[in-house]
């Protein structure tokens, strides 16, 4: 926890607000969380790397993911996320389709390795769509429930490491993707 | 030639082509009346003096003659009476008559050679005068040579009765066949008279009919000539000037006729598809792409030299021929494809600060949060709400501007001091790494300009230079002087934009990143509705940056005129700019 807090520092350039209160929420969480991971057998804490340049989404998802005991990763930009990436080697990467330096879209083709789930305020079908091709596990569209999005991406967690396919787990989540590409 | 109009200046023209010829017509018509007046009265002196003349040679002819009888018979009565009387003194007019006889002979003879019946009978006067004066001679012979012979002449008195009555006779054939020359003559004459007058006449009549003819149809069918030679010139110009309207129209036209060759393009077609030669083969490939995809109302991309362009056609069949008409909706195209994007984008720009109201309302209604959380979570949801309200207030004045409907104040602006009060509300927002500055002018800088509006666009300024920093660095507002107009000046040390859209940023709807998959959000608005509302203020907006380096916006606004009621203005303007602007 220490050296994601660390990490999480110094993704946020020390001085963000968001990046302290996310260590903050965590701290304070601890406890809740610990016990949630009792439950799942005392495994380590998943870790969580969420790349959004939007402050207030990044404060709502840290808090609400931290909250469900995740371990939160944040980065600002594209390259802060592929840095994070292979410092860090996230379970899973949050990802939003608009970056400021370079897209979501390219971000997802660095870390085909990792899973990943977009999170956009683009939820057209060709959106979607491309989401799907850049191998993500879920597309997650904005505005949504924060207090639902750790169960969901639990869920989408559990799929993966169930069927070991990507597909599967969009599958399961917007049906096969014949229908999509209507 | 049906829609060819004549003007009242082309109707005058004609009747003036027909005057002169009319006139003309008309002076010919007099010309040959005067000319068969002179001719009829000419034959008729001409005839009046041969009469004239006849009578100058006839006369004296018959008189001459009667003459010549008279003295035959004076001769004769003297003779006589000297062959009765002996008396030498009787003989005196029998001289005198033999002398005047013979002048009086050859005067006919002078004349006689009018008519070949003349000479035989003259010969045969001069015969019997030649007779009579033999025996005149022979009588007063006998008388001379004694009473003897006296006697014999008395004895052949009678034989000299017998003389003069064959004179007589000889003169009376002559006057007779003289008369009946003279008046066959006179007929010939008469009838020469009626055959030149007659011809004249007929010649005359036959002139006056062709002049009367000539003089009906000529100017009639002269005016017809200019008429259809007006008519020509109308329909000729008309074609030109459809030809000319074609040379100008925006769409590509092209005619065909009834066997599908080209029969004319106009220079956008020709531009389209190629000149003359290999033209057909591109023209007929776009033709049937169009027909094959059957979507001749709509638009069609196609690969023209000058790129993909997206053409609609249009064919209209008409006896004889077609026309085609194509027209570039490349700009529609992309208006419609801008505009299309341009939801997606407002969508996008309403939902990201709604998701962060919704999602902070969520977690503060179903966690359990610190105190010190709590709080930034609200202050969260107050700043997401603003920017809601910017992107709706952006929305709203783009249509503004798009109806026209947007009007501005004039007022006295003090530059710097609205750029400080904009510094110090984005100073608390802006992220750590970037440094606000504002560089003052040395004097104040009053602008004239709608204080609310000018606030917006370098607030959207700024805002764009925040956001297009995400490396951070210095963010200047320079406030200036320069000859008659104040500046303001936003640069930045962030992205920058590459030269080539420098044009394109202020464009409605444009975005450098049209698919979002990376940059910053935004409306697409900010800069048009900027660029918009500065020309509205009477001044520009204007960009200079380099890819990687920077941007440097400048607004250049017109100084406000320099009158008492300024402080005045600028009091207000500064009480206005202290109250917070409502959410």
Known sequence: MGIAALALVEAGRGGDDLASLGQTVSRRHLASVAGGEAQRGSSPALVVLLVDDDRAMRMVCVVNLEAEGFRVLVAETGRQALALAAAERPDLVLLDVMLPDMGGFE?????????IVFLSARGSESDLERGRQEGALDYVTKPFDPIGLSGRLREDLDEFART???EQVWAMRFGPPSGLEE | VTNVVLTGRDRRSQ??????VRAALALLIAIVLLLLAVGSVA??????????????????FFAVTEDLAVEMLNQETAVRGYVITGDPKTLGPYRQGTKYAKLELALIGKDASFDPRIPPDLRRMRREVSLLETYFASEIAFVKSGPAGKRQAQARILAGKGHFDHLRAASGALIADASAVIKRSHREQRSTLVRWWSLLGGAGFVALLVAAG????????????????????QEAEQSADAARALTHVREAVVLFDENGAVRYRNPIAERWFGGAAGATSALEDVLAEFRAADQRDGAHPVMLDAGERWLTCAETEFEGGQVVVFRDVSDDQRLERLRSDFVATAAHELRTPLAAVYGAVRTLRQRELPKETREQFLELIEDESERLKTVIDQLLTSAQLDAAELHLRRQTVDAAFLCESLISSAQVRKPNEIDLLLIRPQQEVSLEADPDRLRQVIANLLDNAIKYSPAGGKVEIRVATEGRSGVIEVSDQGVGIPAHEHGRIFEKFYRLDPNMTKGVGGSGLGLYISRELTRQMGGQL???????TGSVFTITLPLAPDDSDEPTARAQEAEQLTVPPPL
Not at chain 2, 15 to 20: G, H, I, L, Q
């Open chain 1, 107 to 115: 971000v997802a083709a660095e870390l085909r390795h990792l899973p």
């Open chain 1, 164 to 166: 070991g396919s990507a």
């Open chain 2, 15 to 20: 009747r003036r082509v027909a005057r002169p």
């Open chain 2, 43 to 60: 034959i008729y002196r001409v005839y009046a003096l041969g009469n004239h003349r006849f009578i100058a040679q006839a006369g004296p």
């Open chain 2, 214 to 233: 000539l003089l009906l149809r000529v100017p009639r069918r002269l005016v017809r000539l200019v008429r259809e030679e007006q008519l020509a010139r």
């Open chain 2, 542 to 548: 204007t960009v200079n940056s380099l890819h990687g």
